[in-house]
């Protein structure tokens, strides 16, 4: 199985930072990978898939990037709104497999 | 617009079964490959399993190999999974998603399941 390992697991952060997550996958996965975004109480939300494409509708100060092992999603400048947990997801094969999660919060 | 409609959670006792259903509408169900996903209560993101399109294709997660069963009713835009012999560990949010590629751009709201005596 693929494990997927996220940096940090929480981040704290002011209106306005940017702010940068890591997901490293245990072995190449070319760019099969996806970033969710979920608020308490809410379904995750998908932000990017195949490692750098912006779903339709998701503000353009998300950004990933990464390929092979190595990937990361930028907040360019953080929004109100964009206090939540993200969490990366691997595509590649099956087991699919979710990193542990990083939960921004407010500073 | 795709709408995912989970229902069949409730509090069971270690060992017994439960059945969870999805419904869906907004786009052609017996055109997409199906998941359920679940999440402990304040834990991260675990796949449970997939069901393809046509049904012919089914995986699983080891942790629910051999106790959870995937399936769907094209004729009633359903999609379902047979949880036996469940344990504590089963406790979680469980949410089907609607699949493109092997990405989840759909989710239910999730209905809970609480595994305990």
């Known amino acids: 199985d693929i494990q997927m390992t996220q940096s940090p697991s929480s981040v704290s952060a002011s209106v306005g930072d940017r702010v940068t997550i890591t997901c490293r996958a245990s072995?190449?996965?070319?760019?099969?990978l996806a970033w969710y975004q979920q608020k308490p109480g809410k379904s995750p939300k998908l932000l990017i898939s195949v490692a750098s494409s912006l779903q339709s509708g998701v503000p353009s100060r998300f950004s990933g990037s990464g390929s092979g092992t190595d990937f990361t999603l930028t907040i360019s400048s953080l929004q109100p709104e964009d206090f939540a947990t993200y969490y990366c997801q691997q595509a590649n094969s099956y087991p699919l497999t979710f990193g542990g999660g990083t939960k921004v919060e407010i500073k | 617009q795709v709408q995912l409609v989970e229902s069949g959670g409730g509090v069971v006792q270690p060992g017994r079964s439960l059945r969870l259903s999805c419904a869906a509408s907004?786009?052609?169900?017996?055109?997409?490959?199906m998941h359920w996903v679940r999440q402990a209560p304040d834990k991260g993101l675990e796949w449970v399993a997939v069901?393809?399109?046509?049904?012919?294709?089914?995986d699983y997660a080891d942790s629910v190999k051999g106790r959870f069963t995937i399936s769907r009713d094209d004729s009633k835009n359903t999609l379902y999974l047979q949880m036996n012999s469940l344990r504590a560990e089963d406790t979680a949010m469980y949410y089907c998603?609607?699949?493109?590629?092997?990405?989840?751009?759909?989710w239910g709201q999730g209905t809970l399941v609480t595994v305990s005596s």
């Open positions: 069901i393809s399109y046509d049904g012919s294709y089914k």
């Open positions: 907004g786009f052609t169900f017996s055109d997409y490959g």
């Open positions: 998603a609607k699949a493109e590629e092997k990405y989840f751009p759909h």
């Open positions: 072995q190449g996965i070319s760019s099969w």
